[in-house]
């Protein structure tokens, strides 16, 4: 399949640019295993589901990834921590005038914070702080919302571009797992009075979830790597589930990724599992854990629009879109959601 062929035409006015007042509160379009689409709202939700169902979740939390500074020379710097790799180490994308080499120091936070460049790995720097670094991100860095957004990380952010089910343990995402953006405590009540199980799993996002596809096969794109684990209480819940004739529902593609990343990890048999996964979904794809998908809108060509298609099609999945665009839904990270049934 080619690039071109998961390509649409969003007006800028329907990328949500901030987040509604309640988290609950957004539009969701359901697309059945028919390809036939409903108006609904994320609150009918309970309504959608079936009791006996299992709602999985990524329990990860979005860390304060993005730092800006100066280089010895003066020149601006931008961080961005992709990955903490032990106390006082970490990968990270550095944009500046010039690559900084080897020995560089960067001097972030109005030089409250300080960071040797030790070498690159592809496209990432290896730095080298001079303080703990999860600590200092807290205390310095900024939410790295998307670039789309088309503007500065505010307060606002700081609570809304985290799930209400975070685990601090687990400070490590770069990007929020943004269907479960939606649950609040109201919708999860009601969920659970509704007899919907939920089940955690983790999937730490990187920024290359922004990164475009480059190459018209879509076949030959290679995917980022990111960290997930599938503990085996979640397993269970699955197995319980199925065996009682409920649906599973992954929140989000991470979710998805993560599940069927375990799978795959085990001959298509869901087990307990903990790694690293670069697995690329696309239309052909024959899905070994999930039966339905709750997700946001994606960006045109993105890898989470192809493996929204490998659910449910990409013809259905397009005509979804196309309606959504003339209902004038809300996009991308802080819009609107859809509910999607695995195509029969």
Same mark, same amino acid.
């Given at each position: 399949?080619q690039l071109s062929?998961?390509?649409? *035409? ?8 901030y987040? &509604?007042?309640k ?9 059945n295993a %028919?390809?036939?689409?409903k108006?609904?709202?994320i609150?009918?939700?309970p309504?959608l589901?079936q009791?006996g !169902? ?6 990860t $939390? ?9 280089r @010895?020379?003066?020149g ?9 790799t032990g ?9 500046a005038?010039?690559?900084p080499k080897a020995?560089?120091t960067?001097y972030?936070a ?10 690159? %790995?592809?496209?990432?720097?290896a730095?080298?702080?001079n %303080?703990?670094?999860? =600590?200092?991100?807290?205390q ?10 088309? $503007?500065?990380?505010?307060?606002? !952010?700081d609570?809304r ?6 685990? =601090? ?7 929020a ?6 649950? !609040?405590?109201? &919708?999860?009540?009601?969920? @659970?009075?509704?007899? +919907? ?7 730490h ?9 480059? #190459?018209? *096969?879509?076949a ?5 790597s990111?960290?997930?684990e599938?503990p ?10 199925k065996? *009682?004739?409920?649906?599973? /529902? ?28 670069? /697995?690329f979904i696309?239309?052909g ?9 709750? #997700?946001?809108?994606?960006? =045109?060509?993105?890898? &989470?629009?192809?493996?929204v298609?490998?659910?449910?099609g ?10 959504? +665009? ?6 991308f ?7 999607? !049934?695995?195509?029969?």
């Open positions: 399949m062929d998961f390509s649409y *035409n969003l007006p800028d006015e329907l990328i949500a640019r987040p &509604l007042a988290r609950s509160a957004s539009r969701l379009l359901h697309l %028919q390809g036939q689409t108006d609904c709202t609150a009918q939700l309504e589901l009791a !169902d299992l709602l999985v979740l990524n329990d $939390r979005v860390i304060k990834a993005r730092l800006h500074g100066k @010895a020379s003066g601006a710097v931008e961080v961005l921590v992709e990955r903490i106390t006082d180490t970490a990968l990270a994308h550095v944009k005038s010039n690559s020995g560089a960067l972030l109005d030089s409250q914070l300080e960071a040797q460049v030790e070498g690159r %790995q592809n496209n990432l720097y730095l080298r702080f %303080q703990p670094v999860l =600590p200092a991100l807290e310095f860095g900024a939410l790295p919302i998307p670039p789309y957004f088309n $503007r500065a990380a505010d307060e606002t !952010d609570e571009y985290q799930t209400v089910f975070n685990n =601090p343990d687990k400070a490590a995402s770069v990007a797992p943004t269907a479960s953006l939606h649950f !609040d405590d109201e &919708l999860l009540t009601a969920l @659970a009075q509704k007899g +919907i199980d939920k089940a955690f799993v983790t999937l996002v990187g920024a290359g979830t922004f990164q475009p596809v480059r #190459t018209d *096969n879509i030959e794109h290679v995917m980022h990111e960290w997930g599938v085996q209480a979640t397993v269970e819940l699955v197995e319980k589930t065996a *009682n004739g409920g649906k599973i /529902i992954a929140v989000g593609t991470t979710a998805t990724r993560a599940l069927e990343s375990a799978a795959k990890a085990n001959n298509g048999e869901l087990k307990a599992w903990s790694g690293e996964t670069d /697995i696309y239309p794809y024959r899905f070994k854990v999930i039966d339905r998908l709750l #997700t946001n809108f994606h960006l =045109p060509e993105s890898t &989470l629009l192809m493996l298609s490998a659910l449910a990409r013809e259905p999945v397009l005509q979804a879109y196309a309606h959504a +665009i003339q209902e004038k839904y809300r996009f990270s802080y819009g609107d959601a859809m509910l999607i !049934d695995r195509k029969i």
